[in-house]
């Protein structure tokens, strides 16, 4: 999973990640959310971006990296139910 989201950032080998849960959807999808830091292209940290994708079978699929305000809809909306999904300071 995280290698996954490191080929979409900037500068993969600096991701941090923080909180990552799963969970089911109804129609029986595991949807996975989490946050990730990394640097952006003048080597500062970005800050936290949230991030979503879904498990097929053993394979990670990233369907979004929040870092504008449709993405971070989107996100919030996917990941929403999930209980431990924190949307506060981040």
């Known amino acids: ?27 029986g999808e595991v949807v996975v959310c989490g946050w990730v830091n990394s640097k952006n292209r003048m080597g500062g940290y970005a800050g936290k971006q949230p991030f979503t994708g879904q498990l097929v079978g053993t394979e990670f699929k990233l369907d979004r990296i929040g870092s504008d305000y ?14 431990d999904f924190y949307w506060g300071n981040a």
């Open 1 to 27: 999973m995280r290698a996954s989201v490191r080929n979409g950032l900037i500068d993969p080998e600096s991701a941090r990640f923080d909180p990552v849960v799963a969970g089911r959807t109804p129609e």
């Open 70 to 83: 449709m993405q971070r809809a989107f996100i919030q909306d996917r990941c929403g139910s999930l209980g």
